[in-house]
């Protein structure tokens, strides 16, 4: 802490110096001519002569070279990053002195004309200048070698002033979402938004996190899914939504799963799981596509846009994606049927497996975890993983040729699920049946078991239509777009330990 004061200390004393000579170096705003890259398009094709356009720009110093009657500085915004020049005869001999107050991390207003330098470089000849904000902390000038990621993730606002790839993940997140709502938008969908705040929780199998509504004197529950309320829309006639929606699930933390997520989440009317993957293949490489186009210089598979890289795999989202059957792949792994196997048979696999709590899994849990690791941890992708045994699915309808499957399927890309489909259930009655079998699990000690939820079959009850719903994690396929390894690099505040107290 000392070594940080030390070097806040002359930030401080420049501060000062600022406010002493009348100069605010807070202002309420600043009117400029030109975003940066708005500058350096437009005048891209200017020689070597000084432009005539006078021009107004702002941004942030990352850089200052000083030469003594004469400095060079770069400045930064969202759209790009200018070198300017400052000269003591152009600016004059105070304004000039005055420079000596500035820091990297400082906004600067410039005003000024365009020229190139020897060396080719596109510049800003600046004629008089302001501070727009003084930055009294210092700029983490080496942080593109800093191995301390969960510092980055504390910091976003350091990282994302000092690192322009961290501001590419983010920008390439918007685009994604700007292009599914296109995508769906001009399929006839309609955007919705539910409850975060539930008084039961369900849609999901998962430990919700529990919070407290004074002025009702209840408890409630932050959603783990918003997938029966959007189901509730089907019945009321709203046969096309979606929703890009903040879940929250109670549960670990790991490069690909966090306890506060996005989930887009839609349902068609009409449709089933053979449909929402038609839709998920066009959906998703209508995505990719729209992504390589707005990041060109990114992709080494410009002529080729469905593709992209991941590590050191390359993922080709053209259709058709191949279909593995979930118990086929399982089976081929145990060496024996997983649907008639008994509940000791998938316990052994899994111990041999190395799966932990083996021993408390329930049937479900077994099967899902036995199939993660022992077959998706070893699919690239894109594949879509099929007819799931249905004690897996609880709000699924079972398979029409095997009624001990379900009518779903998972995405699967870069060995991770991205998504979860069915062919919605839609029998009150079958529904009804099904939520008492997970009332039985949790009896068992499955805490994740499904909830039942009196009011949701109530609705079903109305006359619910055959529908197709789809689930996809943004947040992870945003990792896939990005080439991040970790599902922390694209959610800009992500969940972390308090940082204990100092000295402690």
Request: glycine content about 6%; charged content about 30%.
């Amino acid at each position: 802490m000392t070594e940080l004061n030390d070097l806040i200390a002359p930030r401080l004393e420049k501060l000062r110096r600022l406010k002493e000579k009348g100069v605010n170096p807070y202002p309420y705003r600043f009117s400029f001519t030109h975003r940066l890259g708005e500058a350096l398009e437009k005048f891209e094709s200017i020689a070597e002569e000084e432009g005539t356009e006078v021009l107004d720009v702002c941004g942030r110093i990352v850089a200052w070279r000083d030469h003594g009657k004469s400095s060079f500085a770069h400045i930064e915004d969202g759209t790009g990053r200018l070198q300017a020049y400052f000269k003591m005869d152009i600016v004059g001999e105070e304004s000039y002195a005055g420079l000596k107050d500035l820091d990297i991390g400082d906004f600067v207003g410039l005003h000024g004309k365009m020229f190139r330098t020897r060396t080719k470089e596109l510049t800003l000849k600046v004629s008089s200048w302001e501070i727009l904000g003084k930055s009294l902390r210092p700029m983490p000038e080496k942080w593109h070698g800093l191995t301390d990621v969960e510092i980055r993730y504390r910091h976003r606002h350091m990282d994302l002033a000092a690192n322009p790839q961290a501001r590419e993940i983010f920008r390439i997140r918007a685009g994604a979402i700007r292009a599914f709502r296109d995508f769906l938008d001009s399929r006839g969908y309609l955007e919705v938004e539910t409850p975060i705040l539930q008084s039961l929780y369900g849609g999901a199998e998962a430990t919700p996190f529990i919070t407290r509504y004074e002025s009702l004197d209840t408890n409630f529950y932050l959603r783990i899914s918003n997938e029966l309320y959007l189901k509730r829309l089907l019945v009321g006639g709203l046969d096309r939504v979606y929703e890009f929606a903040k879940d929250f699930r109670n549960e670990g933390i790991d490069r690909s799963h966090s306890p506060e997520f996005t989930l887009l989440e839609l349902y068609q009317s009409y449709a089933d799981y053979g449909d929402m993957m038609t839709l998920t293949e066009e959906m998703l490489l209508a995505i990719v596509k729209s992504v390589n186009s707005a990041r060109n210089h990114l992709t080494s598979f410009n002529d080729q846009p469905g593709i992209i890289t991941y590590g050191d795999k390359v993922l080709d989202f053209t259709k058709p994606w191949p279909r593995i059957r979930f118990t086929e792949a399982l089976n081929e792994k145990i060496g024996y049927d997983c649907l008639t196997a008994s509940d000791d048979d998938l316990r052994k696999s899994a111990r041999e497996a190395h799966i932990h709590d083996h021993a408390r899994l329930s049937r479900p849990k077994l099967l899902d975890k036995l199939f993660s690791e022992l077959v998706q941890a070893s699919l690239d992708g894109p594949v879509f993983i099929i007819d799931h045994p249905i004690e897996l699915s609880p709000l699924c309808k079972s398979h029409r040729s095997d009624p001990r499957l379900a009518e779903r399927f998972e995405p699967i890309i870069a060995s991770m699920e991205v998504g979860n489909a069915f062919s919605e259930l839609n029998d009150p009655a079958e529904q009804r049946r099904r939520f008492e079998s997970q009332q039985d699990l949790k009896k068992k000690g499955d805490s994740e078991a499904h909830v039942f939820d009196e009011n949701y079959l109530e609705a079903m009850e109305c006359g619910m239509p055959p529908a197709g719903g789809l689930g996809i994690g943004l947040d992870r396929l945003v990792m896939l777009l990005t080439n991040s390894t970790s599902i922390r690099d694209v959610v800009l505040f992500p969940q972390l330990r308090p940082e204990p107290p100092e000295g402690a």
